[in-house]
């Protein structure tokens, strides 16, 4: 459980207000009395939607099937949903207590599926602990001034992407050949030399692929290749929405819609693609590199998935850390100490000064 401010209903076994999805068990547990209610596996109501029928989105279902309301982030501009008893609210992506409760019911796609937290809180942290403390740059009070306590487990929206994509690709390939050259050396002798040349050919060719599952975090308070960094999740564990495995955690409203999503995905598959054909060039080298594309088949899901956030500050500025809620994984941001780059940038300097003096005294 991320703390008590989160959504949180009553047990029916003491009645307390501590039942919680707990990571743990990956059940719903009581905090005081240790019930425990299992929660429904089933992933047989996940099912993709054609993107060319669905960006009026009228017929899907909206909201999270359990009564929240919304704080909205002055600092970075993200929206969780949260418990709707909670009173105060500090922002799990940035740390920011610029927090105003929202005065708009937005009105979400529903999610088809959610992957459940399986790392604790307690793995969390620790993580977030060793992850603080390694780096060469890294300053040394770095460890006692970041919140170490200011992490939160958030179910963050995420839009999946699939296509077949069939692609036409048409290059000059470059082949090296050498040549030998006469040329006089700083005495005035003339000697030879190999020189490389490039022989360019045109090239073209066809490639396909299947794109299954293409993520795209629909939040603006965690940048996408922050979240490569911690992929891949195992989506073959999503099942079926359920707003129970919310319970005790917070819930990012998707800032980015379908469409802003799509953009996205269109230009990972884009990238993907132009590399593939590059590596498919003949010869050693290439240019003029132009690629067209057909995308067939494309197919979406809204999915839930969890990360574990640390938002902390550093002299004024924001740092962000997170962890894969499913595998543990982790990447973030630290500040650099200047004095330590500085003592490195000398010694650097003190080695190579004594590499070339060692070196002309031996000449």
């Known amino acids: 459980m991320d703390d008590s401010t989160n959504l949180q209903i009553k047990c029916p076994n003491c009645g307390s207000n501590r039942l919680v999805y707990n990571a743990e068990t990956v059940a719903l547990t009581c905090e005081h009395c240790g019930y425990n209610k299992d929660l429904p596996k089933e992933a047989d109501q996940i099912q993709e939607r054609a993107l060319s029928e669905s960006y009026s989105l009228q017929d899907m279902p909206k909201g999270f099937e359990v009564e929240t309301k919304v704080f909205h982030c002055n600092s970075c501009g993200s929206e969780t949903s949260v418990g709707i008893e909670t009173v105060n609210f500090n922002c799990p992506f940035c740390g920011s207590e610029q927090v105003n409760e929202a005065a708009v019911d937005r009105r979400v796609i529903r999610p088809s599926g959610v992957?459940?937290?399986?790392?604790?809180?307690?793995?969390?942290?620790?993580?977030?602990?060793?992850?603080?403390?390694?780096?060469?740059?890294?300053?040394?009070?770095?460890?006692?001034?970041?919140?170490?306590?200011?992490?939160?487990?958030?179910?963050?929206?995420?839009?999946?992407?699939?296509?077949?994509?069939?692609?036409?690709?048409?290059?000059?390939?470059?082949?090296?050949?050498?040549?030998?050259?006469?040329?006089?050396?700083s005495d005035g002798n003339v000697k030879t030399r190999q020189v490389r040349k490039v022989r360019w050919v045109p090239a073209s060719g066809h490639y396909e692929h299947f794109f299954d599952d293409v993520l795209v975090v629909a939040s603006h308070g965690v940048k996408q290749g922050l979240i490569q960094q911690i992929e891949p999740y195992d989506l073959e564990k999503v099942v079926n929405y359920d707003s129970q495995y919310l319970i005790g955690w917070d819930t990012e409203i998707y800032q980015k819609d379908l469409k802003q999503g799509f953009g996205v995905a269109d230009q990972i598959m884009d990238g993907y693609i132009r590399s593939?054909?590059?590596?498919?060039?003949?010869?050693?080298?290439?240019?003029?590199?132009?690629?067209?594309?057909?995308?067939?088949?494309?197919t979406f899901k809204h999915l839930l998935l969890p990360v574990w956030l640390a938002g902390y500050r550093y002299k004024e500025k924001i740092f962000q850390f997170i962890v894969n809620g499913q595998t543990g994984k982790v990447a973030g941001k630290k500040p650099v100490s200047p004095w330590k780059v500085a003592i490195a940038v000398i010694l650097g300097l003190i080695v190579i000064g004594a590499i070339i003096y060692f070196s002309e005294g031996q000449a």
């Open 115 to 185: 992957l459940p937290f399986t790392i604790t809180r307690k793995n969390a942290l620790a993580k977030f602990k060793q992850w603080l403390g390694k780096g060469l740059f890294t300053p040394n009070n770095l460890t006692k001034l970041a919140s170490l306590d200011a992490i939160h487990g958030v179910y963050l929206p995420f839009w999946t992407f699939d296509a077949f994509t069939q692609s036409y690709w048409q290059a000059m390939a470059g082949y090296y050949y050498y040549v030998s050259e006469n040329y006089r050396d």
């Open 276 to 298: 593939a054909c590059a590596s498919r060039i003949p010869g050693d080298t290439y240019k003029n590199l132009h690629v067209q594309t057909r995308k067939e088949g494309l």
